[in-house]
Nanobody, 125 residues
């Protein structure tokens, strides 16, 4: 069993930056590909970013490419999402996800084994 706890959300002005974190319990963190999804009010949950087990490969949604960076610290059981040049359309609850399958599967929304409860990011104009 893996528990995922997100933190770091908050209110930021448009153009600003924020880093959200996801701390994972357990000793098997490095065996999971990790990712971030987000859900804006009234919209479906969408893929944001994914990272493979070693951290050597990353994937991004087109809407965040060049602005967001996903990274992981396997020793610290944590995955991060650095968000720059934020705009109001980035306002959403951001969820951490873990899969024993591949990062490419995760980005398609398949085979996700664990979800966090989310952290709210609000970008004001």
């Amino acid at each position: 069993q893996v528990q995922l706890v997100e933190s770091g959300g908050g209110l930021v002005q448009a153009g600003g930056s924020l880093r959200v974190s996801c701390a994972a319990s357990g000793r098997t963190f490095s065996t999971y590909a990790m990712g971030w999804f987000r859900q804006a009010s009234g919209k479906v949950r969408e893929f944001v970013a994914a990272i493979n087990r070693s951290g050597g490969n990353t994937y991004y949604a087109d809407s965040v490419k060049g602005r967001f960076t996903i990274s992981r610290d396997n020793a610290g059981n944590t995955v991060y999402l650095q968000m720059n040049s934020l705009n109001p359309e980035d306002t959403a609850v951001y969820y951490c996800a873990a899969t024993a399958a591949s990062a490419t599967a995760l980005k398609s929304g398949y085979g996700i084994n664990y979800w966090g409860k989310g952290t709210l990011v609000t970008v004001s104009s």
